[in-house]
């Protein structure tokens, strides 16, 4: 499975920007989709994740009521849409994909997309 993550960028606080994560490949490889956030510095950090239904989601507190993770049916593609976004959601996203239940570690997930870079400025 081959992910591909785009739409980053520089937006001021308060501004919102949508993240993209298309799949290519064995679908079947995989039923939960998520994205991931790393700052300089720090450790991989779980934002959000879907299931094989639709209607399970999960979201880290730091993002819930501001992010909502989808799915697309274009290009296999999951949505990250993200409201509201602060200086502290700088970072490089990542989605990832992997098979079983939906999980926050990142070592969990087998299959990686390149990272987008978020930058929020004040």
């Known amino acids: 499975v081959q992910l591909q993550a785009s739409g980053g960028g520089l937006v001021q606080a308060g501004a919102s920007l949508r993240l993209s994560c298309g799949a290519t490949?064995?679908?079947?490889?995989?039923?939960?989709r998520a994205w991931f956030r790393q700052a300089p510095g720090e450790e991989r950090e779980f934002v959000a994740a879907?299931?094989?239904?639709?209607?399970?989601?999960t979201y880290s507190d730091s993002v819930k009521g501001r992010f909502t993770i989808s799915r697309e049916t274009a290009n296999n593609a999951v949505v990250l849409q993200m409201n509201n976004l602060k200086v502290e959601d700088t970072a490089t996203y990542y989605c990832?994909?992997?098979?079983?239940?939906?999980?926050?570690?990142?070592?969990?997930?087998?299959?990686w997309g390149q990272g987008t870079q978020v930058t929020v400025s004040s």
């Open positions: 490949g064995r679908m079947h490889s995989i039923n939960v």
């Open positions: 990832a994909g992997r098979f079983g239940r939906i999980l926050r570690e990142a070592n969990e997930y087998a299959y």
């Open positions: 879907l299931g094989w239904s639709a209607t399970e989601t």
